[in-house]
Nanobody, 124 residues
Framework: QVQLVESGGGTVQAGGSLRLSCTAS????????MGWFRQAPGKEREFVAG????????NYADSVKGRFPISRDNAKNTVYLQMNSLSPEDTAVYYC?????????????????WGQGTQVTVFS
């Protein structure tokens, strides 16, 4: 069992930055691939970024590639999403998720565990 708690959301002006954190409880965090998803009002939840169990592999949605690096610290049971050059189109509730195994998943149904979400609002 893995429990996830996100933090770091907030309101920021376009062009600004935020760093989201997701801390996991459970002894098997290091054996889970982690992902960040987001859901804007009236839209489906979409994949943002993912990182493999070993940190050797990452994957990004085209819309955030080059702006939102993902990282993890297995010693701290924490995964991060550094969000740079934010735009109003990035406004959404951001969720972290965990899936057993090494491979990064890009579909929400591949993930077994979810955090409660953290709101990110970007104004122009």
């Amino acid at each position: 069992q893995v429990q996830l708690v996100e933090s770091g959301g907030g309101t920021v002006q376009a062009g600004g930055s935020l760093r989201l954190s997701c801390t996991a409880s459970g002894r098997t965090f290091s054996r889970h691939a982690m992902g960040w998803f987001r859901q804007a009002p009236g839209k489906e939840r979409e994949f943002v970024a993912g990182i493999s169990w070993t940190e050797w592999s990452t994957n990004y949605a085209d819309s955030v590639k080059g702006r939102f690096p993902i990282s993890r610290d297995n010693a701290k049971n924490t995964v991060y999403l550094q969000m740079n050059s934010l735009s109003p189109e990035d406004t959404a509730v951001y969720y972290c998720a965990a899936k057993p195994g090494m491979r990064i998943g890009m579909r929400s149904d591949e993930y077994d565990y979810w955090g409660q979400g953290t709101q990110v609002t970007v104004f122009s």
